[in-house]
């Protein structure tokens, strides 16, 4: 289930795509924002955090919350993930343990877990179709999640549900470039192919290119281990 500040998002989300907060409009302030949306301010701050991770929103000290719309940042220029931590630290993070997850999973060949992965690009397309970033980031979540879980491995799996936060977030920071939305489904299918085929080599290179191609499309660069 959604929770509060997801659907917070969602919302915000409609409004600026209906044109009711348009580019380079300021959002109302958050207490009369949080009492129009009947959230609590932490809730709405949550909501705008993952806005502006997708690129649709953009926070200045001082000055207020703006509409974007979309325009592509500069790597300089990504919002702060969760606990300060740096964007091409997490990358890096992820291409340590998530092409082991894919690697796993495809030897596993859950048939119950393949499902839930087929299950997450489906919803993942359909929200890409109808321009929902919010919830085609949510999706995209779900799919790692839950190849980390059918590797078997519970450390892993811990790991990775440990760093979810800013899983999520270096996950959403893609979607800031409009003219690649897709690309995030594609290459989900490619490592869903390679898993469903048992290719243990085939998923972890396919997870790794996944990787340095979400990160290139933030321009956002890392060591690789």
């Not at 649709?56 to 931590?85: C, E, H």
């Not at 270096?170 to 869903?192: G, K, M, Q």
Request: glycine share 6%; net charge neutral; charged share 15%.
């Amino acid at each position: 289930m959604p929770s509060v500040s997801n659907i917070a998002a969602q919302t915000l989300q409609r409004r600026i795509l209906d044109g009711q907060y348009p580019a380079g409009a300021a959002l109302p302030g958050q207490r009369e924002l949080a009492e129009n949306l009947g959230i609590s301010r932490a809730s709405l701050r949550e909501a705008i955090s993952t806005l502006e991770a997708l690129g649709l929103l953009r926070s200045f000290p001082g000055k207020g919350v703006f509409v974007t719309a979309g325009s592509k940042l500069s790597a300089s220029d990504l919002p702060a993930g969760p606990s300060a931590m740096p964007p091409d630290a997490i990358f890096q993070m992820r291409f340590v343990i998530e092409p082991a997850n894919a690697s796993l999973a495809a030897r596993a060949r859950s048939a119950e877990g393949l499902d839930a992965l087929r299950e997450c690009m489906s919803e993942m397309q359909k929200a890409l179709g109808a321009n929902d970033l919010v919830t085609a980031a949510d999706c995209d979540l779900r799919f790692h999640l839950a190849l980390a879980e059918l590797s078997g491995n519970p450390a892993l799996a811990a790991i990775t549900q440990q760093f979810q936060a800013q899983l999520a977030y270096s996950l959403r920071l893609p979607f800031a470039d409009r003219s690649h939305i897709w690309h995030p489904a594609d290459e989900h299918n490619v490592i869903l192919a390679a898993v469903a085929a048992g290719n243990a080599a085939a998923a972890r290179k396919a997870m790794q290119q996944h990787l340095r191609s979400a990160a290139g499309r933030v321009g956002i660069s890392f060591t690789q281990p």
